[in-house]
């Protein structure tokens, strides 16, 4: 079955510090793989996507994602966090015409 | 600024009632997708709307239903609803196909049921 799986519910940073959120999937064909971010009270933002070639992919707001296929992962990373960076982060799997979505990582950043 | 606008942003309503729920898109997104999220959850796909016709429908019981128009606007209407319902409910639009499509997603209606 299709399934997209972030293993940390809730993440604290300290401002400057590094990040990476973890995801992991599962999907029988070559996935089309997204990173989304949801700041209180706003819907989904694209930060970045993979769909084949380099896969080390580069989005919005210094953000980047590997892609590791022998893994079935697609961590996101930010080598230096910014306190509006704090919000909720979803990876989600392209499946056809529609996306599922993670159970979200929730980011805070201490000042 | 995504130019997708969903109303209302909030809805209160009582179990067995029927809701609808509106979505405008930007001029030109001809593909509209409807998401039900609920709390602690990340969002699951109810179905997408393609040129008027449904053309694809999540893990979701026939009254939640959808229609699209063609002044790019949309409406998820659920009828008899449950406890469960209670969710923010997401529209995305966009103009290009799966995959190479860039949703853009709505603020969403928070709906709750009592």
């Known amino acids: 079955a299709q399934s997209v799986t972030q293993p940390d519910i809730h993440i604290t940073v300290s401002e400057g510090a590094s990040l990476e959120l973890r995801c992991n999937y599962s999907y029988g064909a070559t996935p089309y793989l997204f990173w989304y971010v949801q700041s209180p009270g706003q819907g989904l933002q694209l930060l970045l996507k993979y769909f084949s070639g380099d896969t080390l992919v580069q989005g919005i707001k210094g953000f980047e994602a590997e892609f590791k296929r022998s893994q079935s992962s697609f961590n996101l990373r930010k080598p230096s966090v910014h306190w509006s960076d704090a919000a909720e982060y979803f990876c989600?799997?392209?499946?056809?015409?529609?996306?599922?979505f993670g159970t979200g990582t929730r980011l805070k950043v201490l000042a | 600024e995504t130019g997708v606008t969903q109303s209302p942003t909030h809805l209160i309503k009582t179990r067995g009632q029927q809701v609808t729920l509106r979505c405008s898109s930007q001029?030109?997104?001809?593909?509209v997708s409807w998401y039900q999220q609920a709390l602690g959850q990340g969002p699951q796909f109810i179905f997408q709307?393609?040129?008027?016709?449904?053309?694809g429908r999540g893990n979701f019981p026939p009254r939640f239903s959808g229609l699209q128009f063609p002044n790019y606007s949309s409406e998820l209407n659920v009828n008899a609803l449950e406890l469960d319902d209670s969710a923010l409910y997401l529209c995305?639009?966009?103009?290009?196909?799966?995959?190479?499509?860039?949703?853009?997603f709505g603020s969403g209606t928070q709906l709750s049921v009592l």
């Open positions: 709307y393609y040129r008027e016709e449904e053309n």
């Open positions: 989600a799997v392209g499946a056809t015409y529609k996306y599922i």
């Open positions: 001029s030109g997104h001809n593909t």
């Open positions: 995305a639009s966009s103009s290009e196909g799966y995959p190479n499509e860039k949703l853009f």
